[in-house]
């Protein structure tokens, strides 16, 4: 495995780049940062329609929320393949292609967990803003999604995780990522195929973990900072 490693690690860490496209580990972390940065005010946005006081606004964001969430990532990533050239008139890449799928599932995902978030403050707080006179949009804003966002963090985390794992499944449309890479490293071997893909599941691994530990970091120091203000 240290073999490996030894020789191919540069292909792993940012593909062929500077001779070639950047790929590789580099590839997978401007994906899931991209996806994520997109994801989240999208899901904020989601969110808060599903809480809306018009039904119909509900009924729509609930009606895409639970289509997004009954399809796979997989038949996403294909249709956007397929159907986002179509509107746009115009070829588009597989990174994009990758970012649009991600960006759209993420997002449902997210917006169940904002969602969560926003239904478990007490609602006496919203009626005493609202008594006071302050509008619906300055209470959500102000009073709710800061508590919100703040007790949902946990499962935020776990969805941040989880998105860079799906980065993985850019394969199939060939985009240069780490599993992409990996596999390059494996047709050129040929014969280590365990090494080659042990080696890849413990830098995912490390990737998760470390986001895992710094978000938890993040969480702590805020738990703190609320207890003592």
Same mark, same amino acid.
């Given at each position: 495995?240290?073999?490996? %490693?030894?020789e191919y690690w540069l292909l792993l860490l940012?593909?062929?780049?500077? /001779?070639?496209? %950047?790929?590789? %580990?580099?590839m997978t972390l401007i994906l899931a940062f991209c996806g994520l940065m997109l994801s989240l005010p999208l899901a904020l946005g989601i969110a808060l329609a599903r809480v809306s006081p018009y039904a119909w606004v509900r009924g729509v964001s609930k009606t895409l929320v639970?289509?997004?969430?009954?399809?796979? %990532?997989?038949?996403?990533?294909f249709w956007a393949y397929f159907v986002v050239p179509k509107i746009t008139g115009e070829a588009i890449s597989g990174?994009?292609?990758?970012?649009?799928?991600?960006?759209?599932?993420e997002s449902a995902y997210l917006s169940?967990?904002?969602?969560?978030?926003?239904?478990?403050?007490? /609602?006496?707080?919203?009626e005493a803003s609202r008594s006071l006179g302050v509008g619906y949009w300055t209470t959500m804003r102000k009073v709710v999604l800061p508590q919100a966002l703040f007790n949902v963090l946990p499962s935020m985390t776990s969805q941040f995780v989880s998105t860079i794992k799906e980065t993985s499944l850019g394969y199939v449309i060939s985009v240069n990522e780490l599993t992409f890479a990996?596999?390059?490293?494996?047709?050129?071997?040929?014969?280590?195929?365990l090494q080659v893909f042990g080696i890849l599941a413990i830098v995912y691994f490390l990737v998760c973990f470390s986001l895992s530990r710094g978000l938890g970091w993040l969480d702590l120091r805020i738990r703190r900072a609320r207890a003592m203000a």
């Open positions: 495995m240290l073999d490996v %490693l030894k940012v593909g062929q780049y500077p /001779h070639g496209p %950047l790929g590789g %580990l580099a639970v289509g997004v969430r009954g399809m796979p %990532l997989l038949m996403l990533i990174f994009w292609t990758l970012i649009v799928a991600l960006v759209v599932y169940e967990v904002i969602r969560a978030g926003i239904e478990a403050v007490p /609602h006496g707080q919203v990996a596999n390059q490293v494996n047709n050129l071997v040929l014969t280590k195929p």
